[in-house]
């Protein structure tokens, strides 16, 4: 599909076959964006797959991966369902010592799924992009089967063009952002003049829409905000907040309208690690802002029905 009918099927109420690609143990928006895409009726879970990831919660991207690949499990146990999922690879793009592909099992069910469909699938991306990376690498073919929605860098406003995700693989984005994959840019990161998913702030009364006693509800309102909590504001305080960045891959799918997106040319990414533009390249889709409102209500929303209340 052309970028146009891309954003014309987003805003569709046709349901996506999606695989959701996830640092999910890094922090805890990626458990509640896994299950607002369980929860969401416009999204059909193929698959999940585990993203390396680097910091105080791993001693290195291989643990990250494989911390993520078992909070999967977890969120698949949490929930009651049982998508297939796969461990990724444990060494980004960035590392290897030429620009090659990493064998492993997440790029390979990538490869698989967008093969053998018969429509576009959607890879939702909300860590370092390096499974993409290394199944566009592996097999190129798969450009015209999927639709990348990555979280990740700054506005193009930015002085530099990193955040946590990209960081986490820049070599990696590289790869996707010039491979003229379809490609939907949501920065994490808005800046003065845009939304950015750091928009994405869940408060008290957002955590009140989970009803119930069910493991859920149990889960989402009470165990996991406490197990996973970074905050300024301690947890239980009316000033209590999260930044759930990543319910904002779903969110295009579940609530396209809630999304200011653009066709504007790719940005490059500069090995400075800053952007550069040239209006002859590709085009992508980027998201100049969001509506968090809309979006934290419809996550919600979803996952609470996922408890049956």
Known sequence: MTLEQILDDIRSDRVKKVIFDSDTYNEMDDQYALAYAFGCNKIEILGLTAALFHNDRSNSPAEGMEKSYHEIAHVLEVTGHDY????????????????????????????????????????????????????????PAIKDKICVIWIGGQCLTAEGACEFNMEGDYRGAQVVMNSGVP?????????????????????????????????????????????FFRSDYPYGTPNWLRILWDIGAPGVLSVPDAFRLSIIPAPVLTDEKKYAFDATRHKIIYMEDVDAEVVLCDAFSCINALSGE
């Open 183 to 227: 490609f939907v840019l949501l920065p994490a990161f808005g800046g003065n003049k845009g939304g950015g998913t750091i928009k994405l702030q869940a408060r008290p009364k957002h955590l009140d829409m989970l009803k119930g006693d069910s493991a859920v509800s149990v889960f989402f309102r009470e165990t996991l905000p406490i197990e």
């Open 84 to 139: 297939p999922y796969f461990r990724g690879s444990p060494t980004p793009v960035n590392d290897l010592p030429e620009l090659t592909y990493v064998d492993n099992p997440a790029s390979d069910f990538i490869i698989k799924s967008a093969m053998e469909a018969d429509e576009t699938i959607y890879v939702l991306a909300s860590g370092a992009i390096t499974n993409i990376a290394c199944a566009i690498l592996k097999e």
